[in-house]
């Protein structure tokens, strides 16, 4: 089956820094990637969409200049998070999406703790 | 404003007999509707998805039924199993685009 891969798994930063998360589909070509942001004990909450060569689309409420991503090949997404805080402390999670499927294919997340 | 939402915070079964997840939404545009499992601190694996121009799919143990009528779709799972207790999460699509709607979980317990 398909497979998604983040990195890093578990990040901790200081705040005022910045944080990279990769995204990766390994078998597949990713036309499309989403990132998600959950927070304990609520619904996955869709950050952004991306698709390969174009600028992210950005869901009502999220800073596109805090959250930078990047689709730059159909295999690689990646998240910055610029000059964290702690209320950005969350588990993101990522998934990717081809033409042939409609499943998103999640990867396994990546843990964030801004201190 | 939640478009997808499973009521039942957390559910408990005992094994081998039926568990039944529920979710609800609100827009009708929505054309095709998954359910995905997850455990703590790894991402939602897919698990069984269904078309808004049908009524059921099966797949093994798992079951999906969707009431369009009533904005309203169910998940079985016959027989339960340990290995099932799982976070669940219920996802609609809309029809012009790529993004899901995530329901906010229902977690389940299978007790041996």
């Known amino acids: 089956g398909a497979v998604v891969s983040q990195h890093p798994s578990r990040v901790i930063c200081k705040s005022g820094t910045s944080v990279k998360i990769e995204c990766r589909s390994l078998d597949f070509q990713a036309t499309t990637m989403f990132w998600y942001r959950q927070f304990p004990k609520q619904s996955l909450m869709l950050m952004a969409t991306s698709n390969e060569g174009s600028k992210a689309t950005y869901e009502q409420g999220v800073e596109k200049d805090k959250f930078l991503i990047n689709h730059a090949s159909l295999t690689l997404s990646t998240l910055t998070v610029t000059s964290a805080h702690p209320e950005d402390s969350s588990f993101y999670i990522c998934?990717?999406?081809?033409?042939?499927?409609?499943?998103?294919?999640f990867g396994p997340g990546t843990r964030l703790t801004v201190t | 404003d939640q478009q997808v939402k499973q009521n039942s915070p957390s559910l408990s079964v005992q094994e081998g007999r039926i568990s039944i997840l529920n979710c609800d939404y609100t827009n009708s545009m929505f054309d095709y509707f998954l359910w995905y499992k997850k455990y703590p601190a790894e991402g939602p694996t897919f698990l069984i998805s269904?078309?808004?121009?049908?009524d059921k799919n099966e797949d093994g143990r798992f079951t999906v039924f969707l009431n369009k009528s009533a904005k309203h779709l169910s998940l079985h799972i016959v027989p339960s199993q340990p290995g099932d207790s799982a976070v669940y999460f219920c996802a609609a699509r809309l029809g012009t685009g790529n993004q899901f709607y995530f329901g906010t979980g229902t977690s389940l317990t299978v007790i041996p």
């Open positions: 998934s990717a999406r081809d033409l042939a499927h409609y499943e998103q294919y």
């Open positions: 269904i078309s808004s121009i049908k």
